[in-house]
């Protein structure tokens, strides 16, 4: 997903395969790249497909208290 917003700012949003606590909620989660990955992520093939194969044990979730958000639409 790529964004222009009008104030000139840029995103994308790179998803991967879910893992681990991830897979119950969805079948895609972000791909979580560190600022000194990007050119890596860009320009080398080999090194784009170790960082899609990297398990993201840390990742946590918890259970809203306050019942969650709002779906967000694309459209």
Do not use: V
Request: proline share 3%; glycine share 6%; aromatic share 10%.
């Amino acid at each position: 997903m790529y964004h222009k917003d009008p104030e000139g700012g840029h995103f994308n949003i790179l998803t991967r395969e879910a893992e681990g606590c991830m897979t119950e909620i969805h079948h895609r989660m972000p791909l979580i790249l560190h600022r000194e990955e990007m050119e890596s992520w860009l320009f080398s093939i080999t090194e784009a497909e170790k960082l899609l194969d990297r398990h993201f044990t840390e990742l946590q979730r918890q259970k809203s208290e306050t019942g969650g958000y709002r779906q967000m639409s694309l459209f």
